[in-house]
């Protein structure tokens, strides 16, 4: 009996050294930091891709750019921050163009019936990457919607509840933690698409900065107690406009690319190498399959392959799809996923298409004042590093911001420490008094305009020109285009005088049928994070613009904050947040009347009422004092009209099913890592029926030979898996889905098959889920 309980004490000491020595180890390999931090950090990420179907894209507003299948998915992702007993403030990073202001009135809402007053508009900031390839139809202003039909309800739908979701899964995920930040400059992922403005601004203040675009990211790397790394939110200023006018791919451009990239490093790594500071690579990840045996045996493969022919179609479940994605959460449920953000900043006049604007035509360069080939800006386009395929463009951008991304998250080593704050304020923008010092020391007091869209708006930029023969420069306009405009409404001499030299094109601020068509109430807002002030701003500032407003606040801030600041603090510009209100670029080169003078909606003085309403903000911030709430922007949700055809039906020909294989890859085929590319071609369903939200349309998954199982490896997730969508005519009912997956060099030898998910519409409104496989095929 003795001895027995001598075995039984040794055997619990044993195992008792063994867990506390495998705990020590983890916590060492994951990068853990001090136990005592003053933060609740939790992070959280959900998909918000939008219809894939018959659903204009926003950005370019270009009408035939209407989506038709997926490069990768959207998603929003979210950081919340909190004292442990205090205040708390919540960040979210949008794959979309932007937020939209009904968008964020909608989520406030849900939040408040979910938590009360824990988050409201004050502390709650809701930005976009500036992606142009997203389903569009989702803010409530006219003028943002006329090129899809009106409003859809479907992309806002998808928006509202992914960014609810995402915030519920970081309120969830609130530990204790730490954030480190850390900033670099990246040098060859952004240039100055309008450098005619920019040197109008003064030379003095041009001296002061290297480049004529911001180059620095900041980096936010979070870090929780038990988990170790749990994600990363950055800040850079560059378009989301690698992926040209003519893509009809949803995708996430190159920041989402980015994120993707990141995330899938994080999870790579901490599943082969368990995450240590000291691995630092700058690969862009690999997926990394959990199938271990040898398929090297290229006659055997073949021979396996020949057993498994195309399935035909067959229902499914809803819940088939999203159990079959690679990244589902439901086999990481053990701890938290990594979230990773590339967060758009001043991007207004910076473009990823790095090689330079060249004419179509000529192969020459463009004008360099106005942009145009020939007088006219049709063929003037911007050149990414991949040209001419804006895929690889896309990608190498993406690649780019990862890279310095991951080496700022290796290397991050400030803390932030301190409050936990936030001030927010609505401000009409259409009717504010704006105080000016003058040279002199005495003051004058100007005024914001309703808002208008000058000629240079229509011609668009070097990423997406514009058509007819608008031309970015002008401050004449043209006698032809004014009696268009008049026609819907003509501007009176106070709204012309006001936004002199712009000539207006749309007096969007002044249109209000069928209800308005232009914002003029914007949201305004500041959260800080110990030494970190994130300015949430509503449109996209140009680069001297962003830089002016970083200046003014900074200085406020250390004037106000006296002792409290003594040391180094740090502001960034989120941009495109809460809201939208198109460009803000300085007095100067608003006097240009490029296209980013002419989409300065409120006049000459815009920037400089952000700069002083933002004073206002930074100083009740540090002092500690409240601000009044200011106008309630409109709720337009119940006047919003839409246009877009509903699905009626799908159908396919007699004797066929949802899901079958119309066009099967060959006999024996045999393909390289690197080099190939297959192509399956599947009976389909509009896309529109069902968003597959956290699922996904189309799977690459391999054969795993002792099991005889097919383990999912690509999803429509992934860049090298193309979803294309597609009907034979315009209005029919039949339509097709075409899988594309180029074969990637990290992707393990073995036998593989396509498989497509989707779901149908009957005549009656009921809808039913289906899946197809395509015959096996081998990779070597």
């Not at 921050?81 to 960040?91: A, C, D, I, L, T």
């Not at 408040?112 to 389903?135: F, Q």
């Not at 038990?226 to 040209?244: D, E, I, L, R």
């Not at 054969?703 to 992934?718: A, G, N």
Request: glycine share 8%; hydrophobic share 35%; with cysteine.
């Amino acid at each position: 009996m003795i001895d027995l309980s001598l075995a039984r004490l040794w055997s619990t000491c044993f195992r008792s050294f063994f867990y506390i020595s495998a705990v020590l180890f983890l916590l060492t390999s994951v990068g853990v930091y001090s136990s005592d931090s003053e933060y609740l950090i939790g992070l959280g990420s959900y998909d918000i891709t939008g219809p894939a179907a018959d659903v204009n894209m926003m950005g370019y507003a270009n009408m035939e750019q209407v989506a038709s299948g997926i490069h990768f998915r959207l998603r929003a992702r979210t950081f919340i921050v909190s004292e442990p007993q205090g205040k708390r403030v919540v960040f979210v990073n949008l794959d979309a163009c932007m937020a939209s202001q009904i968008v964020t009135l909608k989520v406030i809402e849900r939040l408040k019936a979910r938590y009360g007053d824990l988050y409201t508009e004050k502390n709650v900031a809701i930005t976009g990457i500036h992606t142009h390839a997203g389903p569009g139809g989702y803010l409530q202003y006219v003028v943002y919607i006329v090129t899809s039909l009106g409003f859809v309800r479907q992309s806002f739908d998808a928006l509202v509840n992914g960014i609810e979701n995402s915030i519920i899964q970081a309120h969830e995920n609130l530990r204790p933690g730490s954030i480190f930040i850390n900033n670099g400059e990246l040098l060859d992922a952004g240039v100055n698409r309008s450098p005619s403005a920019y040197l109008n601004n003064p030379s003095e203040e041009r001296s002061k900065h290297k480049y004529d675009v911001d180059k620095e990211m900041t980096l936010l790397k979070f870090v929780d107690d038990q988990w170790g790394p749990v994600g990363s939110f950055n800040w850079f200023a560059t378009h989301g406009t690698s992926m040209s006018r003519t893509n009809s791919l949803i995708s996430g451009d190159n920041k989402g690319a980015a994120a993707r990239f990141m995330e899938d490093w994080f999870e790579q790594n901490t599943a082969e190498n368990s995450y240590s500071e000291e691995f630092i690579s700058d690969e862009i990840p690999r997926r990394v399959s959990s199938i271990i045996e040898d398929q090297d045996n290229h006659d055997e493969l073949l021979e396996l392959a020949s057993y498994f022919k195309s399935q035909p179609g067959r229902p499914a479940t809803r819940i088939s799809s999203s159990a079959r994605r690679v990244r589902s959460a439901l086999r990481k449920a053990d701890m938290p996923g990594f979230v990773s953000a590339f967060c758009q900043t001043n991007c207004g006049d910076v473009s990823p298409n790095v090689l330079g604007a060249f004419c179509l035509d000529t192969g020459l360069p463009c004008d360099f004042n106005h942009s145009t080939c020939g007088g006219r800006n049709e063929m003037c386009y911007g050149r990414g590093p991949g040209y001419p395929d804006e895929f690889e463009s896309t990608n190498i951008i993406g690649e780019r911001q990862f890279k310095m991304a991951l080496d700022l998250f290796n290397k991050a080593s400030e803390q932030l420490q301190g409050k936990v704050d936030y001030r927010h304020v609505y401000v009409d923008f259409s009717q504010l008094n704006v105080t000016l010092l003058k040279e002199d020391g005495n003051s004058e007091v100007v005024k914001t305009c309703p808002a208008a869209m000058g000629f240079a708006f229509a011609a668009g930029t070097t990423d997406g020109p514009g058509a007819f023969d608008f031309t970015q420069g002008d401050d004449k306009g043209n006698p032809f285009w004014r009696l268009v405009r008049n026609v819907l409404k003509t501007p009176d001499k106070k709204q012309i005088d006001c936004h002199y030299p712009k000539p207006i094109l749309l007096d969007t601020g002044e249109m209000t049928k069928p209800y308005e068509w232009a914002p003029s109430i914007l949201s305004l807002q500041i959260l800080r994070i110990g030494q970190l002030f994130i300015l949430s701003v509503p449109g996209e500032f140009t680069t001297m613009a962003g830089r002016r407003l970083r200046d003014a606040v900074k200085t406020q801030l250390k004037i106000s904050g006296n002792k409290e600041l003594n040391g180094e603090i740090h502001v960034v510009i989120a941009g495109l947040a809460n809201g939208y209100s198109q460009y803000v670029s300085t007095f100067e080169e608003y006097q240009v009347q490029r296209y980013e003078g002419a989409s300065t909606l409120f006049g000459p003085h815009t920037l400089s009422g952000y700069i002083q309403e933002f004073k206002k903000l930074s100083k009740s911030l540090i002092l500690d004092v409240p601000v009044q709430p200011g106008p309630q922007p409109p709720d337009l949700l119940d006047k919003q009209l839409s246009f877009l055809t509903p699905v009626m039906m799908d159908t396919t020909p007699d004797g066929d099913s949802f899901g079958d294989v119309i066009s099967d890859v060959p006999k024996n085929l045999s393909l390289k890592r690197g080099n190939d590319q297959v192509t399956v071609v599947f009976r389909s369903a509009c896309p529109r029926n069902d968003l597959l939200t956290e699922g996904t349309f189309a799977l690459v998954e391999r054969l795993e030979q002792k099991e005889k199982t097919w383990t999912p490896v690509y999803d429509d997730d992934d860049l090298c898996l193309r979803f294309k969508w597609s009907r034979p005519k315009r209005l029919s009912f039949r339509s097709q889905a075409t899988v594309e997956w180029r074969i990637p060099e990290s992707a393990s030898p073995g036998v593989y098959r396509i498989t497509h998910f989707g779901a149908a519409k009957k005549l009656f409104g009921s809808v039913h889920h289906f899946t197809g496989s395509s015959s096996a095929f081998v990779v070597t």
